[in-house]
């Protein structure tokens, strides 16, 4: 497949205070459509050209760097516009997701601190997750570009703790970033629409 990216959402200023439009406009348009580029440049002639996403990003874990990190980025980031929504977050959450957070994470509450502790502690670039594997609900962090799917897990939500996500609203202040993702973006239909196709 060659890979294309997707226009916001929403608009570029729909999540501020908590996420800025210049965050937006640099992380989508600069970013993400670097990810699209390079990804689609590294996969040109290769076995990995009609695979699908899914498929790329499993399959050239650990074998092609610039295919893997590049497709990688590119299915984190076409899914972490889709995490966030205006006045988000919250806390009652749709369908079975409350129950399931319930019993396999001790609580939403006990979700959020967690979750965002996960991002707080990857050190350098990556990504915090919850993740649906073997039947349960799990708090993951990953480094770069890496993901759940190719630890043998599906992700219903990740957090992009790359500086390039909050540095401009942030600054150095990652806790603060993963406090708001949490408190106010959090898109919890989208997460439940992927939790309940598992
Ligand atoms: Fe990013």
Redesign the pocket.
Known sequence: MTFTLPNLPYAYDALAPHMSKETLEF?HDK??QAYVTNGNNAIKGTEFEGKSLEEIVKSSFGKNAAVFNNAG?HY??MH?WNWMKPNGGGNKLPGRLQKKIDDDLGGLEKFKTDFAAAGASQFGSGWAWLTMKNGKLEVTKTANGENPLVHGGTPVLGV?V?E??YYIDYRNRRPDYLKAFVDHLVNWEYVEQLFSKL
């Open positions: 992380h970013h993400h980025q984190n980031h972490f992009d790359w390039h996500s």
